[in-house]
């Protein structure tokens, strides 16, 4: 979908291709642990991983000894004997025997976790080293005179470039800035604005069209472009963002907030619907923005961005994207897309550490020789004109592009982290037999060298060109290795039989490597206390977040019940942790996130976490069936090697 890697990846050529190298070297199956093997010896992005500190199996089960002691401490004693409950001493090895939990030389843990946080690249922290050792010895001058030619005043300029690559934008486009949801108040601050009916998608030739004060918008008889438009159950934080930005204009969260939902009985939004639902508010005439997400954090869901985005924009609608699950996942095309704005968080995919430095995309139109009083927007002292910033001067004057969004001086330790993270990525493309030999959209010849790829030079060229900017250099090349690694961690979590029956796993995630990225999402129904979890969870489960609704009113966004620890989901989820080591994540009330990323990831990796689900669930089931009194054959049947 947003990618020529995705167009020509196909579920199909690869399960053949595992099927091939099953038959060639006379292995039984698929799941064979040796395919993995094979797969990893053909990956040229193999060198990256070991740019990566992974967090090891001995540092988790001393974080998970911690836990439970924590834990215990804190029960009653009728809790610490409730046979659902997890003891401190259950079956926990030393950190010292836990050589080789996963068969990996280096005894790292299986990170499929960088959904959430990405590890930390050894590039990052050296970045970071310097920056403190240029602070003790130049202090205050580190500003401008910086000894290894960096200085603190233009510390970003190196990390826009490179996030322009990972977006496919202009360098001018980009900023690094703040964190996701305080930027997505700046950009909707700057571009919503409830106004007289009229299109607001921004003009052509040099400039977007100024959007409308408030001062004339509730004229009688005007209708009011007040309606934005969401996907159902986005993240929070950006539902809360909505809501407020919604109150700050007088206006109601339940008559100016649109949220599209699937289908009843669906997980995923389809794009027809989507669309369909566009044309509809465009014939309304007071929709303003559509801002979705382009991964759903809970589905997983890839959205086709270039469609949603060319459909709005003809309707005369802004749009807007929330790129968190996005950025450094997929490739992306945001200035050839005509996006409008969007936002992202770098700690995921980008490996900027907890709560680092995000960033933004304005596309140029809306600032290329229009002033910041022509398009205001929250205005701070770096976003002025570099040239006269120090000069202090009464008036603001924006930076040309996404700069001029900048509020404040960002962190130059932030900035470094970053930078290291994005350095480490912009290796990939180099690395040998890692890119195809067909011309990058980006322009950028095979020969040249590797130091000139994300140049001040050739920012500039891209800055002053008309020619399309396409998808970068980096992320096609990430994508492609992407692709193959989800590939195979659904190919063995939907083999027959492979997971057990009575676990009910489904996959959430499309099936369609076109429509999402690295991360799937398996539901995982606990038959077995989900009688007495719906029950004891009632008052919760019907709470809307803007408020408790009147009886019998619409729940749109109903908070699901907490995902209660005795559940098989978060038992199981704890014993591969305990057991093999595996950090992945949940998210309430059903669903297991698992996340292979091709920066640092193997084939070997994703086995051992399809096979830890796999054995964490049927040990659990087993003692299920135990406890009960029921099922104990099934459950001894279900049993590990």
């Known amino acids: 979908m947003s990618s020529s890697s995705s167009s020509t990846f196909t579920t199909a050529a690869f399960e053949a291709e595992l099927g091939q190298l099953a038959a060639q070297h006379a292995l039984r199956s698929t799941a064979d642990a040796r395919i993995a093997d094979l797969l990893d010896a053909r990956d040229a992005l193999a060198p990256l991983r070991a740019e990566y500190s992974l967090p090891s199996a001995a540092a988790l089960q001393s974080a998970v000894q911690r836990k439970q002691t924590s834990q215990s401490q804190s029960q009653s004693q009728s809790q610490s004997q409730s046979p659902q409950t997890e003891e401190a001493s259950s079956s926990l090895p030393p950190p010292s025997a836990q050589a080789k939990v996963n ?17 930390q690249p050894r590039r990052a922290r050296a970045l970071v080293e310097r920056e403190l050792g240029v602070w003790a010895s130049v202090g205050v001058l580190g500003h401008f005179d910086h000894p290894h030619g960096q200085p603190w005043v233009r510390s970003d300029d190196a990390v826009n470039r490179l996030m322009a690559d990972l977006v496919g934008a202009k360098p001018a486009e980009v900023a690094a800035m703040g964190a996701l949801t305080a930027n997505l108040h700046v950009l909707l601050a700057t571009f919503y604005r409830p106004s007289s009916l009229g299109d607001q998608s921004g003009g052509g030739g040099g400039g977007g069209t100024p959007l409308p004060r408030d001062g004339s918008i509730r004229r009688t008889g005007s209708k009011l472009r007040h309606k934005i438009v969401y996907e159902w159950k986005a993240f929070p934080s950006d539902q809360y963002a909505l809501q407020s930005v919604v109150r700050l204009h007088g206006l109601d969260p339940d ?18 619907d989507i669309l369909a639902t566009l044309h509809t508010l465009a014939d309304e005439g007071e929709t303003a923005i559509c801002m979705l997400s382009g991964i759903q954090y809970y589905t997983g869901q890839l959205f086709d961005i270039p469609l949603i985005t060319r459909t709005a924009r003809q ?3 802004l749009v807007g994207w929330d790129l968190a699950h996005a950025f450094g996942n997929v490739p992306l095309a945001l200035h050839d897309w005509d996006v409008d704005f969007a936002a992202w968080c770098t700690y995921k995919y980008g490996s900027s550490g907890p709560g680092g430095i995000a960033g933004i995309f304005v596309h140029e139109r809306w600032t290329k020789g229009v002033t910041a009083q022509e398009l205001p927007r929250p205005a701070g002292w770096y976003g002025h004109n570099r040239a006269t910033r120090f000069a202090m001067p009464p008036q603001f004057e924006a930076m040309d592009g996404a700069a001029g969004f900048v509020s404040s001086n960002p962190s130059a330790l932030d900035l470094a982290v970053l930078q290291g993270s994005l350095e480490t990525l912009a290796r990939a493309p180099f690395l040998p037999g890692a890119r195809p030999s067909s011309p990058s959209a980006s322009g950028l010849k095979e020969e040249e060298e590797e130091a000139d790829a994300f140049s001040a030079a050739r920012a500039e060229r891209i800055n002053a060109s008309a020619e399309p900017v396409g998808f970068g250099l980096i992320m096609p090349v990430l994508r492609a290795k992407s692709l193959r690694l989800t590939a195979y961690l ?5 083999l027959p039989d492979f997971l057990p029956s009575q676990a009910s796993a489904r996959l959430v995630t499309p099936h369609d490597p076109a429509q999402r990225g690295s991360q799937l999402c398996v539901r995982i129904v606990d038959s077995t206390t989900s009688s007495s979890s719906s029950s004891s969870s009632s008052s919760t489960a019907h709470r809307h977040i803007n408020g408790d609704k009147k009886e019998g009113e619409e729940q749109d966004d109903d908070v699901p019940p907490p995902l209660s620890p005795s559940s098989l989901l978060a038992r199981a989820h704890r014993r591969a ?7 992945v994540d949940v998210r309430a009330p059903d669903v297991i996130r698992l996340a292979p990323l091709a920066q640092y990831s193997t ?10 689900l796999k054995d964490a669930l049927e040990k659990e089931l087993a003692a299920d069936g135990l406890e009960q009194g029921q099922g104990q054959e099934q459950g001894r049947g279900q049993g590990t090697k």
């Open 103 to 119: 068969g990996d030389d280096d005894n790292a843990a299986l990170y499929l976790c960088g959904n959430s946080l990405g590890p």
């Open 490 to 494: 659904a190919h063995l979590l939907l």
């Open 603 to 612: 084939f070997r990796d994703v086995w051992h976490a399809a096979h830890a």
């Open 315 to 317: 309707l005369g609608i």
């Open 577 to 583: 942790e305990r057991e093999h080591a595996l950090i």
């Open 255 to 272: 008559t100016s907030l649109v949220a599209l939902k699937p289908r009843p009985g669906e997980d995923l939004l389809r794009t027809d």
